[in-house]
């Protein structure tokens, strides 16, 4: 019997949705700026984000884009034995602050699901965090 994955996390920036969506695009290519670990990469293949075409590789996640409507969200279907998910950035503005969320959600099968999300959560806590602290700063330039 799979078991449910959902996990959230957000921060509220002072950038438009315009220009944190811009620096998610560019993650895993030459113009990354937000990446917070460079001995750990974010790679993806080349060219613009193209849904069913764009894969990315980083932490021991496979994706494939699944959607990217700019300036709202970028998701990504995980292609990882015994995840069937997505995992993805979605973008609002209150006010004049923009919130990014990053969620991942799907269905774990009992062995390879859940023994691949015992290997990914804390670098998907470390990650977030990391991720967001970076796109903080780039804001700040």
Do not use: C
């Not at 917070?36 to 990469?41: E, T």
């Not at 997505?86 to 609002?92: A, I, K, P, R, V």
């Amino acid at each position: 019997m799979p078991i449910a994955l959902r996990e959230s996390r957000s921060r509220a920036f002072h950038g438009t949705k315009r220009r944190i969506y811009h620096l998610l695009e560019e993650m895993g290519t030459s113009g990354d700026q937000v990446w917070p670990f460079a001995s750990q990469p974010f790679m993806r293949s080349p060219g613009p984000l193209t849904p069913e075409k764009t894969e990315e590789w980083h932490l021991g996640m496979h994706a494939l884009l699944a959607e990217a409507v700019p300036e709202e969200r970028i998701v990504w279907r995980i292609l990882n034995d015994g995840v069937a998910g997505t995992h993805g950035f979605y973008l609002t503005t209150e006010g004049k602050a923009t919130t990014l969320e990053y969620r991942i959600e799907g269905a774990l099968t009992e062995t390879d699901g859940r023994l691949w999300w015992r290997r990914f959560e804390d670098a998907y806590e470390r990650s977030t965090d990391g991720l967001f602290d970076k796109i903080a700063r780039v804001l700040k330039r």
